[in-house]
Structure formats: structure tokens, C-alpha cells
């Protein structure tokens, strides 16, 4: 929020600059962003008075003005609709430099010389319009520079207010009240003393219908009021600010708000309807279900059950701590006012807001929570000022408050705050600190301080709280800094996270890009890539409906990544590391680590699938763990029917199944509006930790020479490559240092497999012979046979 520098000044008399007290507050509380020089400084602008007005000989529009500068009447040219003989005005003299660099200088206009011009407030940086001239208050003396006369110099600091102290220090009263605790000042601002009469009126009803909708509800009716433009000083208060001048009882309302920070708001009372029964007021209530409000912004909103509402007889006037009704607004023509203060419920007013898309400064602040009692402050300064600027003399004021608000009572032991702050600081001290924040204080026999919290301060509800204000006041930097004494211990590496760091750098040295994406997808995209039947997590309140479903795959978002950047590449190698989550039995949540990656090749996509799985066995290969590959069957979701395989890590004499690949299914492929082949692979970090945790123990290279034989064989459909290595292994007697798979096909006639092995023999002690090789292979052989129904190819 933006504060007016003169503003915190005259409230809490701090004798700092605007940049000392920036830098003040900054060390000490609240964050100041900016500090901004504002004010009318123009030079040769001089206050005149109208003396005479002729119409331009030669002009049907211009006028001709003789105006009173102080020391000399000049002639003066003017076409403004609204100049009269009598004003006061602003005059630019020749040579005056306006904003814009605009420079003033003597002219002629349809031949009668002008020399000056007569300006508006546009025209001198003031706001306003064009239309008309600046007329300024009969007591502008003239010949009196008008910077002297505005004298509305002024620094703006922007202040960080956090949502916890939004309830007190979204004002200029909440802030200087800090700054005089922070120099132990004095307030200069009765606030003690804004409280409404006891005695109610009669003249209206107000009927809050729901527990909860409104702590505090007050109204105030005040008629045979003059609905008029805002004294200057007013007006210039709210523009510095950047709150445009609209009346003097709106003014008022925004004045208020930004002095105490408590909105209010203003109806006219003639527009106001009547109840069914004849009496007048004001209900509020939740909305009906599809009930539409006409607002101030000029548009219509449909409302929810959930929306709380200023209603009238004849329907919605407001929506209640958001904005008001287009047409129930304080106009020129009204003559009576019902004013508004009340307390909203945040919760409400936040729902309400975010749906309709509306953020005002008053849902700012009731979103954020306020003080109950600070509507009867804001009430009561806002029917003065209406007293002095709007003559609204005859007010009736009705108070609805059935549960106030008092102040707490919050515990702070006597060494609590020593101990949390780490300085010295004893009770005595923090007895003498608090009161500077509007508390009360005072020991009990338990030495403990019990310390009365006032209303304004919402967000002190424990003795922590109270410990940093304490800390506050006494300067956070003054605490001295000492080293805190911890044991050091060795930091204990988080396997997972090594891996994913190995996996992902050898992805990269691989020629993959990573990708991030959000953890959710819509319900359609899993439909599309045939996982519509997990158990997925779902959101009670998505941000849209693409992103309904915590994800159960890294798929679906990797394949809207492939397409995007084939708009502009014609081949991609992509790869992202990431939690899946689904419910598992029970409602459990389960959750798991998975390592994806996909390629799309440019030319030959058919190769995709072998392409990519050499690319793997490199990645695996670059962390240390070998890689074995066999066809699955039966994969479903959006794995190729025919072009799918498991992943095995090998493991001395075992395979560990560490994930899947293959390639997309087409359907799939055209729901995403892919047309090329996409070769995809799924790893799972809890099954390669198992691998790359293993010890690995020095095996030195075999002195003698490896006998290599191949075996070419028919296996049934449904055996394994890993069933083969493992009957290889079995029979191996020590002597196979090595099985590697290089030709499969699928012989449709005998509905066999295929399958070539490279077998390397060979021992460690002695050069094995050729015929001990073909010995072993043959036995080896036999038990495959015997075991698998494997045949031998000839």
C-alpha cells in the first residue's frame, strides 16, 4: 500500500525524513519498496482573479479574459464553458514549462494577443479533464504562486504490508501507530474517543439472517444532506493516494478507509425499496442460487448460494464486502444516505471475490480480516467529516452487534522472551515495551505477565507473538550475533537423489532435454492414454479441469511436449524425472519416483524402438548397471500391442525388472495429434536403487582367451529372453563369462520366437578349450530343451 509521507507525519510527529523513516521502518517492521517525490512544484503558475469577460470579435467559441495576477492584469484568451468574472484561477505565465514539456509563450490567437493561459487540472498534472478551468476556493489570494496555495509536496511510501498485519496496518492511523511505538511517541489521533451514541433509532431495521455472515453490523441514515464536490484538501489527500474525487460522501467513505482502514460504503436512501410488510432497511444474506447484481464496474455478475449480499425489498443493493450496485450509488441528485460499516466473514468475501474476478480495496481488507469494533471508529469519523463537507445533520444509527468482540488475554512466562530472543531482557523491560502497542500488562503470582491484547491486533494470539514485538522494539539488529554451538556430523547422501542426479546427467551427455511439467493432467488425457480405470487422486478444487487428476504417469504431459516442439523441430529426445500418485487400497496414498524419457526421429522412425533402447543401455551403462531387454505381452494402457518390452538391471546371476519400453500406441499418438512414431520408456528409481546400492566388489580381467560360441533356437511365445540367460547361467559351471541377445523375430507358420545368443566361454585359471566349450554348449542346450521346449534352429 501507498502511504502519504506528510500524512504518517502529522499522526505520529516522527521528526525523520522520508527516506530515514524508509529505511526506519524497513530495519524494524515493514518492508519499504519505494520512496516517490509528488506534488504540484510548476513554477509560473500564478493564482489570478477573473476581472472582466468578452466575447472574441473574431471567435463564436473564445472569450477574451482581463485577469488580476497580483502585480499586473493581463489579457488573456480562453475557450473553457465554465469561466466566469469573479473566479479564482490558476494562470500560467509566458514562460511557465506545464507537464509535457509545454511551454507557455505569448501568442496570437484569431489577432487578439493572449499572454498567459488559463489551465485546468489536466493541464497542470492535477487529474481531472479538459472541459473546464481549475476554479479554485474564494480564499486563493491572488498573485500568490498556486504551488504555495495547493502545497501538497509529498513523498509516497510504498509499504509491504503482510496478510497477517492487513487488520491494522493497511491504514495511515495502523502505521503511524507503529512508527510512534517503534520512537516511543504519542499518537496524534483520538482514537479512543470515536463512539457511537448509545440510543438506537427506529427510523430503519437491519436483519443479518444467517449466524456468521456479519460480526457487527452498522448503519447510519442521514438525510437533507448536500451531495457536492470534495473540498480541495480532501481531494488532493485522495489523488496523491491515486483515488480518483467523486463526491464528498464517496470521498468520505475512501478518506476513511485509508485514515483507519475500514471500508464503508454509501447507498441512496430514496432508491432503496421497501420490505413486503412496509418497513425499510437492510437484510443480509446469502444470494439465491442464479441471482444476478448490477454492479458499480457496470457489469452483471451472477451470484451464488455461497455470495453474501446488502439486499433491499426489491433485491440485491451490494455485494457485500466487494462492491456496490450500479444503480443504489450516491449521486448528485440524492438527498439521503444510508451509510454502511460492518464486519464481513474473510473466508467468504475471499470465495466470492476470486469467483467473480472482482479485487477491490475493500475486499483487500475484509478478505484479510478486521477488528468488529474498528466499524464504530470508522462510523463515527465518517459522520463528522460528513457533518463539516456534506451539512448531513439529522442521522439515525442502528447497531447490530450480538457477540462483541473483547480483548485476549495472552500468557507470556518472564523468561520466555530471553530465552526465544537470546539478549538479556527482563520483566521490568517488557513491561515498559508493550504498552507503547496499545497493551496492558501486569504480573500474576505465577510470574508470569498477562498481557491484554487490544482488539486492533489480531494477529497477537500467543507469547511468541508477543516476543517479536518485543523484538521489534528493541531492534533486531542490536541482537548480537553468536554462532550457535551444534554438533557437526557427516552429511548422509540421499541415495534417491544421487541417483536421479546420475540418471539425468547421463540423460543429457546422451543428447536428451529435460522437461517440467505440473503433476496434474485433466480426465480426459487419461481416458486418451487408456488409464482412465486407475485409482487416481483427484482435486476438490482444481484451478481448471486439465488439471483434475494427480498424475498416475509422466506420459500424457510429455506427449503435449512432443507435440508443441514439433512445430518448430523435426526430431526430439526428451526426458523428465518425477513423482506419480495414486490410491492405493484403502484410500492410501501412494506415491513413487519415475524416470521417462522418449525420442522422435526425423527420418526411419520406424527404427525408433531400437534407437531408443540403445540410447537406455548407454544411460544405464554411464551409472553402472547393466541392461537386458524381453517382448511383453498383453501391455495395455498406451503401450504398442507389438512394440513393448520390459527393462531387467542384471544383478550377478539375477534380473531385476527396472521398467517398460516401447513404443506409443497410434490411438493414442492421434488423440495427442502426433503424426510421427514415439519410442517412450518408463524406469522406476525404487528398482534401480536396488541395483546401483549394490557393493561392487574388483573382478580382474581374464589373462586368458575367451571362447565365443552362438546358439540359434524356436522358443514358445511365452518364454523370456531373462528365462533363457537364467537356464544359460544355471548350467554355466562357472565357464560363461558372458550371454548377449542379437537377432529376434516372430516365425508366424511355427508361432515360435526366434532368438540368437552370443555365449562367451571362458575360465580364469586356464585357456579353455574348444572342445570344452562345445561340451558345455551342448549340455546346456539339452537342459533348455528339456526345461523351456526350446528347439535348436539348424
Known amino acids: 500500500m501507498k502511504y502519504s509521507y506528510k500524512w504518517l507525519q502529522e499522526l505520529s510527529g516522527t521528526q525523520k525524513t522520508a527516506q530515514e523513516l524508509a529505511d526506519f521502518l524497513t530495519m524494524r517492521t515493514f518492508e519499504v519498496e519505494s520512496v516517490e ?20 470579435p473574431n471567435a463564436d467559441r473564445l472569450r477574451v479574459a482581463q485577469i488580476n495576477v497580483g502585480s499586473e492584469t493581463l489579457q488573456i484568451v480562453c475557450g473553457a ?21 509545454f511551454e507557455i509563450k505569448e501568442s496570437e490567437i ?30 486563493a489570494v491572488s498573485g500568490d504562486f498556486l504551488r504555495d496555495f495547493l502545497n501538497d509536496s509529498d513523498f509516497l511510501l510504498d509499504i509491504k504490508v503482510l496478510p497477517d498485519r492487513a487488520h491494522d496496518a493497511l491504514s495511515h492511523v495502523g502505521m503511524a501507530r507503529e512508527i510512534v511505538a517503534l520512537e516511543e511517541g504519542e499518537l496524534d489521533y483520538d482514537y479512543e474517543s470515536l463512539v457511537l451514541p448509545e440510543s438506537e433509532s427506529k427510523a430503519f431495521t437491519v436483519s443479518i439472517q444467517s449466524e456468521g455472515l456479519s460480526k457487527r453490523y452498522i448503519g447510519a441514515l442521514i438525510r437533507d444532506i448536500e451531495v457536492k464536490a470534495s473540498p480541495i484538501w480532501l481531494q488532493n489527500r ?76 426489491a433485491g440485491v443493493l451490494a455485494v457485500a464486502g466487494v462492491m456496490g450496485g450500479k444503480d443504489s450509488g450516491v449521486t448528485g441528485e440524492t438527498k439521503s444516505i444510508f451509510l454502511e460499516g460492518a464486519h464481513f466473514d474473510s473466508v467468504s468475501i475471499r470465495k466470492t471475490r476470486t469467483k467473480l474476478g472482482i479485487r477491490t480495496d475493500a475486499s483487500d481488507r475484509f478478505e484479510k480480516d478486521l477488528d468488529p469494533n474498528l466499524a464504530e471508529k470508522a462510523m463515527v469519523r465518517a459522520l463528522e467529516l460528513l457533518a463539516h463537507i456534506a451539512k448531513g445533520s439529522d442521522v439515525a444509527i442502528v447497531d447490530v452487534y450480538p457477540d462483541p468482540f473483547v480483548s485476549r488475554v495472552v500468557p507470556l512466562p518472564v523468561g520466555a522472551a530471553q530465552k ?18 496499545g497493551c496492558r500488562v501486569k504480573r500474576n503470582e505465577q510470574d508470569v505477565l498477562d498481557v491484554t491484547v487490544p482488539t486492533y491486533r489480531l494477529d497477537i494470539d500467543s507469547a511468541e507473538d508477543l516476543i517479536e514485538e518485543v523484538g521489534k522494539m528493541i531492534g533486531y539488529d542490536v541482537v548480537p550475533v553468536i554462532a550457535p554451538k551444534i554438533s557437526l556430523t ?31 493432467y485433466s480426465r480426459q488425457d487419461a481416458e486418451a492414454t487408456g488409464m482412465g480405470d486407475v485409482s487416481y487422486l483427484e482435486l476438490a478444487n482444481p484451478m481448471n479441469p486439465d488439471q483434475a487428476l494427480m498424475r498416475a504417469s509422466l506420459l500424457p504431459h510429455m506427449l503435449r511436449n512432443i507435440r ?63 541392461s537386458t531387454y524381453d517382448t511383453t505381452e498383453s501391455v495395455g494402457q498406451y503401450w504398442h500391442p507389438t512394440r513393448t518390452g520390459d527393462i531387467f538391471g542384471v544383478q550377478g546371476h539375477d534380473a531385476i525388472h527396472i521398467g517398460r519400453i516401447g513404443e506409443i500406441h497410434p490411438f493414442v499418438l492421434e488423440y495427442f495429434q502426433i503424426k510421427k512414431r514415439v519410442a517412450y520408456f518408463e524406469l522406476d528409481y525404487a528398482s534401480l536403487q536396488k541395483l546401483v546400492g549394490v557393493v561392487k566388489s574388483f573382478v580382474p580381467m581374464n589373462r586368458y582367451p575367451e571362447v565365443l560360441r552362438d546358439i540359434s533356437i524356436f522358443v514358445p511365445a511365452t518364454v523370456r529372453v531373462k528365462d533363457i540367460i537364467d537356464g544359460i547361467n544355471k548350467k554355466s559351471q562357472g565357464l560363461v563369462l558372458g550371454v548377449e541377445l542379437f537377432d529376434q523375430y516372430f516365425d508366424e507358420e511355427k508361432n515360435m520366437k526366434s532368438l540368437a545368443f552370443h555365449i562367451h566361454f571362458g575360465a580364469m585359471d586356464r585357456t579353455l578349450e574348444g572342445t570344452e566349450a562345445d561340451a558345455l554348449l551342448e549340455k546346456i542346450t539339452a537342459s533348455l530343451e528339456k526345461t523351456l521346449k526350446v528347439a535348436r534352429r539348424v
Not at 509528488?38 to 477573473?50: K, L
Not at 439465491?288 to 452483471?300: M, N, Q, R, S, Y
Not at 513423482?579 to 519415475?594: M, T
Not at 527420418?603 to 547393466?626: P, Q, T
Open 81 to 101: 464553458p465554465n469561466i466566469e468574472v469573479g473566479q479564482k484561477v490558476p494562470v500560467a505565465m509566458v514562460g511557465a514549462k506545464l507537464p509535457g514539456n
Open 110 to 139: 484569431r489577432d487578439v494577443t493572449s499572454y498567459g493561459m488559463v489551465c485546468s487540472q489536466k493541464e497542470l498534472g492535477l487529474g481531472g479533464g479538459h472541459e473546464g478551468i481549475f476554479v479554485l476556493p474564494e480564499a
Open 37 to 56: 517525490e509528488i506534488g504540484f512544484d510548476t513554477e509560473n503558475v500564478i493564482i489570478g482573479e477573473v476581472m472582466e469577460l468578452v466575447k472574441h
Open 238 to 313: 485522495l489523488k496523491k493516494l491515486g483515488i480518483r474525487s467523486i463526491n464528498n460522501v464517496v470521498d468520505v467513505t475512501n478518506f476513511v478507509m485509508l485514515e483507519l482502514g475500514q471500508p464503508l460504503h454509501s447507498f441512496d436512501w430514496d432508491i432503496m425499496a421497501e420490505r413486503e410488510d412496509g418497513s425499510k432497511g437492510v437484510d443480509v444474506r446469502f444470494a439465491e442460487a442464479g441471482e444476478t447484481a448490477a454492479l458499480l464496474d457496470g457489469k452483471t455478475y451472477t451470484l451464488s448460494g455461497e455470495d453474501i449480499v446488502i439486499a433491499d425489498g
Open 420 to 437: 526465544l530472543l537470546g539478549i538479556d531482557i527482563s520483566a521490568e523491560d517488557i513491561e515498559k515495551i508493550l504498552p507503547r502497542l
Open 564 to 626: 508443441e516442439n514439433l512445430k518448430h523441430q523435426k526430431s526430439l529426445q526428451l526426458f523428465e524425472s518425477g513423482n506419480v500418485y495414486y490410491a492405493s487400497e484403502f484410500q492410501a496414498v501412494h506415491e513413487s519416483q519415475i524416470f521417462a524419457g522418449s525420442i522422435v526421429l526425423e527420418k526411419n522412425d520406424a527404427e525408433s524402438f531400437f534407437v531408443l533402447k540403445g540410447m537406455l543401455e548407454r544411460m544405464l551403462h554411464g551409472i553402472g548397471i547393466v
Open 490 to 520: 557427516g552429511v548422509t547422501q540421499d541415495g534417491v537423489r544421487l541417483l536421479q542426479r546420475k540418471l539425468q546427467d547421463s540423460a543429457c551427455a546422451n543428447g536428451f532435454t529435460e522437461v517440467l511439467n505440473y503433476a496434474f
